[in-house]
């Protein structure tokens, strides 16, 4: 029991330090994007500066609107944050620390209930901006993560388990990206939909809605919403890399894949504007919902005659 809180803590100051360097990391890329050269005054190239930077918005006073709903805006940013340090128990390791048998299904859970923060936050402030940017978030969360529940199905049916750990076992001679490659780019652009991210950053478009859902939030809350963020894009590219790159989670290539998946959804924000808010229900409804329909189809196909030529 002891040993399980240990590695349970471990793993979450592991993915805190990761955000904290990923955040660096998007500066950096970001930087040199637009012919700059991003945060390099703090210490050693800036390396510390994520950390001044925690240090600064949590030693700030918190500025609260006299007219929000006070518990509600206070406490969801630290349920956001909650959710998304949670879904990382997930994480296929085969020490059987947290080894869900119903991980996919537990992964779609977290994912739905992270929405709800986003609509609290942004109802609680009680600003037209902020909930604009719920209402948007919420209508966005329906439109793909229907066609991404379909997606993962088609993946559950290929490995007959809900479990991440067998991923690895069915990649040990060929990659699933290789099998499914449309499956790979509609996956890849559901990611970046599911964490808020250009070109799908509806629910915080700065252009739009002055910030979006988080536009009443300062010091430590402000800290904590962009903290769940980070974390939900290195979750993100870790999933991506065990369903579609081999897993392999004990091996240095692994963290290699997730670096440079982590670095795509840099880079995808300093290159792509962001999309048309309708286009993004045509494309979810229109486009990927038939798409993985057509292959869940054909993969219970396959795994029906498969299952009767073995009769």
Request: glycine residues 6%.
């Amino acid at each position: 029991m002891v040993s399980g809180v240990v590695m349970m803590l471990l793993l979450i100051i592991s993915v805190l330090v990761g955000v904290a360097f990923l955040t660096l990391l998007e500066r950096k890329v970001l930087g040199y994007i637009q012919i700059r050269k991003g945060p390099n005054k703090v210490g050693f190239c800036g390396v510390p500066q994520p950390f001044c930077d925690a240090i600064k918005l949590f030693s700030k006073e918190q500025i609260y609107p006299i007219i929000s709903n006070y518990m509600i805006y206070y406490l969801s940013p630290v349920i956001s944050l909650f959710l998304s340090l949670l879904i990382w128990l997930m994480s296929p390791y085969l020490m059987n620390l947290f080894n869900f048998n119903l991980g996919l299904l537990f992964f779609l859970c977290c994912m739905s209930m992270s929405v709800y923060t986003i609509m609290i936050s942004g109802w609680s402030s009680n600003s037209n901006y902020a909930l604009l940017g719920g209402l948007r978030a919420i209508a966005q969360t329906i439109s793909y993560e229907v066609s991404m529940a379909l997606l993962l199905l088609c993946f559950i049916i290929l490995i007959n388990d809900f479990n991440l750990v067998n991923f690895e076992y069915f990649q040990k001679y060929i990659w699933f990206l290789c099998l499914t490659f449309p499956l790979m780019l509609m996956w890849l652009s559901s990611s970046l939909a599911e964490t808020n991210r250009t070109p799908f950053d509806f629910a915080e478009g700065e252009s739009e809605l002055v910030s979006g859902f988080n536009v009443e939030y300062s010091s430590g809350g402000f800290a904590l919403i962009f903290l769940a963020e980070y974390s939900s894009i290195l979750f993100m590219s870790m999933l991506f890399s065990v369903m579609f790159l081999g897993a392999g989670i004990f091996c240095l290539y692994f963290y290699i894949k997730v670096v440079m998946l982590s670095f795509i959804f840099i880079w995808v924000r300093g290159t792509l504007p962001r999309y048309r808010y309708d286009k993004l229900m045509h494309l979810a409804w229109k486009s990927y919902l038939p798409s993985t329909l057509n292959y869940l189809l054909f993969f219970v196909g396959v795994k029906v005659y498969l299952m009767m030529l073995l009769i």
